[in-house]
């Protein structure tokens, strides 16, 4: 079991940056693959990027591909998303997960979830 808390989301400008991170709890955090989605109003949730448990395999979504960089701290529990170059369409709620696996990333099938952070990129 882990559990999982979010924080660093708010408000930015349009080109503006955040760094999202994610704390997990318990002393198995580098047995976990673990991902980064959004879910905007109105639409569904999707991923946004994946990162293997060893940190050496990432995945990202077109959408982000070149802003976004995922990246974990096994040694402090924690993952990040960073994010450049803001655009308003990037406006959603965000949310890390994770889930028990072998060496790569996984876009599906994640067991645990945290509550979530608001982006909001005003244009």
């Known amino acids: 079991q882990v559990q999982l808390v979010e924080a660093g989301g708010g408000l930015v400008q349009a080109g503006g940056s955040l760094r999202l991170s994610c704390a997990a709890s318990?002393?198995?955090?580098?047995?976990?693959?673990m991902g980064w989605f959004r879910q905007a109003p109105g639409k569904e949730r999707e991923i946004v990027a994946a990162?293997?448990?060893?940190?050496?395999?990432?995945y990202y979504a077109d959408s982000v591909k070149g802003r976004f960089t995922i990246s974990r701290d096994n040694a402090k529990n924690t993952v990040y998303l960073q994010m450049n170059s803001l655009k308003p369409e990037d406006t959603a709620v965000y949310y890390c997960?994770?889930?028990?696996?072998?060496?790569?990333?996984?876009?599906?099938?994640?067991?645990?979830w945290g509550q979530g952070t608001q982006v909001t990129v005003s244009s």
């Open positions: 990162l293997s448990r060893s940190g050496a395999n990432t």
């Open positions: 997960a994770a889930r028990s696996g072998s060496s790569g990333y996984y876009l599906t099938g994640y067991d645990y």
């Open positions: 318990g002393r198995t955090f580098q047995w976990y693959a």
